[in-house]
């Protein structure tokens, strides 16, 4: 279905366009850039990577135009929902192929989950991501207060079932993408408490794997469990005290913990009583408390807060099993080597400590296009692809990097406000959902490349080699400019 209602020209958001296509072409000179070698003649050769990633580009352009062509209302529409059945079921049969050793779903480092047709390969899990923010934004526009009811169930499970299939291919970095849809549901009229909690499980996480096994002097207790009941409890006071002001049951409270305290450091003076033991009886008492004391004073937001609590607890006692059984071993590296847990230069966290090298060699302007050392040797494995950015850092050093960045930034404030402006409910949906899975592999990437989160293979959106991601964001991209583009087309 084409749309001849309206000139595309005259609706399409050029700002954005042009934005669009500066990150590709950027993208495009750092991967020959990452490639390059004496040998090599020019940028359109094929036998390296920046001459396949012209071909990409090319097809990415071409892409955009059809979806640019293509009436608005398809995307509005059940076809939608037969876009996102055709992904999970190219998901699964990633995974059942994987299983059966079908040829064309071959194993790539470790993982199936690329379809393989000759010369042409491609990743579900990056069409995945496209249908789910299709039928996230129909489900939420037809049902729009979903989160007032019981339909964020339904919600949940269209972002939760592509989630789960992508973890069976053995992709978690692509996994954790869905997580962005979290900021897309907060902006739909989700509590802000899951947000809260979902933070605050991060938090809890990293305080646990990271101080877990450092002992309490006399061996009265860990210090990761005592930290961590500790920002529980003063987590709920903060709440109760300054967001509820429930003040004379918060003095009550404070009187009884220093109480237990104090016993239970003067009980240390001439025995061993374990602080975490202590502590975790201390903040079982506080569950009950604030319960009994939401409950008798019709305090609603008293009574979730206590709730939290107390799966608080329990996600703490749950961390460690986390960590070291669900966790593979390859991953429990990585999180330890970003923590500064274990040093492994030559081993997980060779990759990130070459990225800072090359990243700081560049200086303030960098070393010129094409003269980066670290690129020429080879140091840094996919230089190309996940850890493009340290080519950028080394080859113009901080004043590229931070222009990119700034660049970035730029191009999702746009995106913002594109979806801001949407009269449709639809439209303005879908444009969060792209916002925030753009927003979330900016992130991610960048924050593995200078070593503050664990090492993840997601790509530079527009910026990283390879077809598939170039594709999946570019059409995701100018669905949204066309969908915008229609709003003329609506008011008339």
């Known amino acids: 279905m084409l749309s001849r209602e309206t000139d595309i020209r005259k609706g399409i958001d050029w700002p954005t366009v042009l934005m669009y296509l500066a990150l590709v072409v950027c993208g495009w000179l750092s991967i020959y850039g990452a490639s390059y070698d004496f040998d090599q003649s020019s940028i359109f050769s094929f036998d390296n990577r920046a001459g396949k990633q012209f071909v990409w580009m090319l097809t990415a352009f071409m892409l955009a135009g059809l979806v640019l062509l293509i009436d608005y209302k398809v995307y509005d529409s059940l076809v939608t929902n037969f876009i996102y059945i055709g992904a999970m079921l190219l998901l699964l049969l990633t995974i059942v192929g994987g299983l059966v050793n079908l040829p064309f779903v071959p194993d790539i480092k470790g993982s199936r989950s690329w379809i393989v047709l000759g010369p042409v390969s491609f990743q579900p899990a990056e069409l995945a991501k496209i249908a789910t923010a299709l039928a996230v934004a129909r489900y939420l526009s037809v049902h729009r207060n979903a989160f007032a009811g019981r339909g964020w169930v339904q919600a949940a499970a269209l972002v939760l079932v592509p989630c789960c299939l992508i973890i069976l291919q053995q992709e978690t970095g692509s996994a954790l993408v869905f997580a962005a849809f979290l900021l897309v549901f907060y902006r739909e009229g989700m509590s802000g408490v899951v947000l809260l909690a979902g933070v605050a499980a991060v938090v809890l996480f990293v305080i646990i794997v990271r101080f877990g096994d450092v002992p309490v002097q006399g061996g009265a207790g860990d210090l990761g469990m005592l930290v961590a009941l500790a920002f529980i409890l003063l987590a709920g006071l903060t709440y109760v005290a300054f967001v509820r002001r429930v003040r004379r049951e918060t003095l009550l409270y404070l009187g009884g913990v220093a109480g237990v305290g104090l016993l239970a450091f003067v009980a240390n003076l001439w025995t061993t009583v374990s602080y975490t033991h202590v502590l975790l009886g201390v903040a079982v008492a506080s569950c009950l408390y604030w319960g009994v004391v939401g409950y008798a004073r019709r305090l609603r937001g008293v ?72 690129t020429k040797l080879k140091y840094v494995p996919e230089q190309d692809t996940d850890f493009i950015f340290c080519t950028v850092g080394e080859e113009f050093g901080f004043v590229g990097a931070a222009g990119l960045l700034c660049l970035y930034t730029v191009f999702l404030l746009r995106l913002i406000h594109i979806a801001e402006r949407q009269r449709d409910t639809f439209n303005r949906i879908y444009g969060y959902a792209v916002v925030s899975i753009l927003f979330f592999h900016l992130t991610v990437n960048i924050g593995m490349v200078i070593g503050l989160l664990p090492v993840i293979g997601i790509p530079l959106p527009f910026f990283s080699y390879g077809g598939s991601s170039l594709w999946a964001f570019t059409v995701m991209l100018f669905i949204l400019l066309r969908l915008d583009a229609s709003r003329g087309e609506r008011m008339r």
């Open 303 to 374: 009574q979730v807060m206590a709730v939290l609590m107390v799966g608080a607890v329990l996600f703490c006692f749950a961390a460690d099993y986390l960590f070291d059984s669900v966790l593979k071993p390859h991953q429990q590296v990585r999180i330890k080597v970003a923590l500064n847990m274990e040093d492994d230069p030559s081993g997980a966290g060779y990759n990130v400590a070459q990225s800072k090298i090359a990243i700081g060699s560049g200086g303030l302007t960098g070393k010129g296009f094409l003269n980066g050392t670290q």
